[in-house]
Protein backbone atom coordinates (compact mmCIF):
# COMPACT_ATOMS: atom_id res chain seq x y z
CA UNK A 1 0.00 0.00 0.00
CA UNK A 2 2.75 1.81 0.87
CA UNK A 3 4.77 1.88 -2.54
CA UNK A 4 1.43 2.86 -4.32
CA UNK A 5 1.03 6.66 -3.78
CA UNK A 6 0.06 8.66 -6.22
CA UNK A 7 -1.24 12.37 -6.94
CA UNK A 8 -3.22 11.04 -9.15
CA UNK A 9 -5.15 9.46 -6.69
CA UNK A 10 -6.87 12.03 -5.57
CA UNK A 11 -8.57 13.07 -8.90
CA UNK A 12 -10.29 9.71 -8.54
CA UNK A 13 -14.11 9.97 -7.80
CA UNK A 14 -14.35 8.93 -4.22
CA UNK A 15 -10.81 8.07 -3.56
CA UNK A 16 -11.55 10.10 -0.35
CA UNK A 17 -14.10 7.55 0.58
CA UNK A 18 -12.63 4.32 -0.44
CA UNK A 19 -9.43 5.22 1.29
CA UNK A 20 -11.44 6.11 4.56
CA UNK A 21 -13.37 3.41 4.73
CA UNK A 22 -11.17 1.14 6.89
CA UNK A 23 -10.84 3.46 9.34
CA UNK A 24 -14.39 4.83 9.88
CA UNK A 25 -17.45 3.56 10.94
CA UNK A 26 -19.61 6.98 11.18
CA UNK A 27 -18.43 9.42 8.43
CA UNK A 28 -16.55 12.47 8.96
CA UNK A 29 -16.96 15.51 6.57
CA UNK A 30 -15.00 15.59 2.86
CA UNK A 31 -12.73 18.08 3.85
CA UNK A 32 -11.04 15.83 6.99
CA UNK A 33 -11.19 13.00 4.50
CA UNK A 34 -9.70 14.81 1.77
CA UNK A 35 -7.16 15.99 4.32
CA UNK A 36 -6.31 12.52 5.77
CA UNK A 37 -5.76 11.53 1.83
CA UNK A 38 -3.21 14.22 1.28
CA UNK A 39 -1.27 13.50 4.24
CA UNK A 40 -1.12 9.92 3.50
CA UNK A 41 -0.03 10.76 -0.17
CA UNK A 42 2.60 13.30 0.69
CA UNK A 43 3.93 10.62 3.71
CA UNK A 44 7.69 10.45 3.29
CA UNK A 45 8.35 6.83 1.91
CA UNK A 46 10.32 5.55 4.92
CA UNK A 47 8.73 7.22 7.80
CA UNK A 48 5.13 5.19 6.19
CA UNK A 49 6.75 2.19 5.43
CA UNK A 50 8.30 1.96 9.43
CA UNK A 51 5.03 2.85 10.77
CA UNK A 52 3.33 0.31 9.10
CA UNK A 53 6.14 -2.53 9.95
CA UNK A 54 6.11 -1.33 13.75
CA UNK A 55 2.47 -1.47 13.92
CA UNK A 56 1.43 -4.90 12.36
CA UNK A 57 4.82 -6.86 12.99
CA UNK A 58 5.30 -9.58 15.13
CA UNK A 59 7.75 -7.83 16.97
CA UNK A 60 5.48 -5.47 17.92
CA UNK A 61 2.74 -8.01 19.14
CA UNK A 62 5.43 -9.38 21.72
CA UNK A 63 7.03 -6.10 22.69
CA UNK A 64 3.44 -3.67 23.21
CA UNK A 65 2.31 -5.67 25.95
CA UNK A 66 5.70 -5.28 28.27
CA UNK A 67 5.65 -1.75 27.16
CA UNK A 68 2.04 -1.26 28.20
CA UNK A 69 2.92 -3.06 31.49
CA UNK A 70 5.68 -0.28 32.06
CA UNK A 71 3.58 2.78 32.42
CA UNK A 72 4.17 4.83 35.38
CA UNK A 73 1.54 8.04 35.09
CA UNK A 74 -2.12 7.87 34.53
CA UNK A 75 -2.80 7.10 31.03
CA UNK A 76 -6.10 7.48 29.03
CA UNK A 77 -6.43 4.38 26.06
CA UNK A 78 -9.65 5.11 23.99
CA UNK A 79 -10.55 2.64 21.69
CA UNK A 80 -13.65 2.59 18.95
CA UNK A 81 -16.29 -0.31 19.51
CA UNK A 82 -15.94 -0.65 15.58
CA UNK A 83 -12.45 -0.43 15.08
CA UNK A 84 -11.07 -3.47 12.68
CA UNK A 85 -7.48 -2.29 12.97
CA UNK A 86 -7.10 -2.30 16.67
CA UNK A 87 -10.09 -3.77 17.95
CA UNK A 88 -11.49 -2.63 21.24
CA UNK A 89 -11.10 -6.00 22.61
CA UNK A 90 -7.24 -5.46 22.07
CA UNK A 91 -7.25 -1.86 24.01
CA UNK A 92 -8.94 -3.27 26.79
CA UNK A 93 -6.47 -6.13 27.33
CA UNK A 94 -3.76 -3.69 26.88
CA UNK A 95 -5.48 -1.62 29.32
CA UNK A 96 -5.83 -4.33 31.60
CA UNK A 97 -2.00 -4.89 31.63
CA UNK A 98 -1.69 -2.03 33.95
CA UNK A 99 -3.79 -0.15 36.97
CA UNK A 100 -2.13 3.06 35.37
CA UNK A 101 -4.04 2.71 32.19
CA UNK A 102 -7.75 4.11 32.25
CA UNK A 103 -9.81 2.65 29.18
CA UNK A 104 -12.61 3.93 27.29
CA UNK A 105 -14.46 1.98 24.69
CA UNK A 106 -16.76 4.71 22.56
CA UNK A 107 -19.62 3.15 20.80
CA UNK A 108 -20.34 3.84 16.93
CA UNK A 109 -16.89 4.54 16.33
CA UNK A 110 -13.79 3.15 14.49
CA UNK A 111 -10.42 3.87 14.21
CA UNK A 112 -10.52 7.54 14.64
CA UNK A 113 -13.04 8.01 17.66
CA UNK A 114 -11.91 11.89 18.15
CA UNK A 115 -13.35 12.68 14.40
CA UNK A 116 -16.65 10.41 14.55
CA UNK A 117 -17.75 11.08 17.46
CA UNK A 118 -15.86 14.76 18.97
CA UNK A 119 -18.11 15.93 22.01
CA UNK A 120 -17.95 12.32 23.76
CA UNK A 121 -13.73 12.47 22.98
CA UNK A 122 -13.42 15.91 24.71
CA UNK A 123 -16.13 14.75 27.18
CA UNK A 124 -13.81 11.92 28.14
CA UNK A 125 -10.97 13.64 27.86
CA UNK A 126 -11.91 16.52 30.14
CA UNK A 127 -13.32 13.38 32.68
CA UNK A 128 -9.87 12.11 32.41
CA UNK A 129 -7.84 15.40 32.93
CA UNK A 130 -10.16 16.46 35.30
CA UNK A 131 -11.07 19.61 33.25
CA UNK A 132 -14.27 21.06 34.50
Do not use: C
Given at each position: ??????????KV????????????????????????????????YE???????????????????????????????????????????MG?????????????????????????????????????????
Amino acid sequence: MVQFRYDWFLKVPFADQLFMARFLHRSIPKSERIAFLEDFLAADYEAALVTIYTSVSKKAVEIMPGKFAEIKIPTLLVSGEKDIIIPAKMGKMAADLNNNIQYVEMANTAHFPMLEDAPTYLKKLQDFLEIN
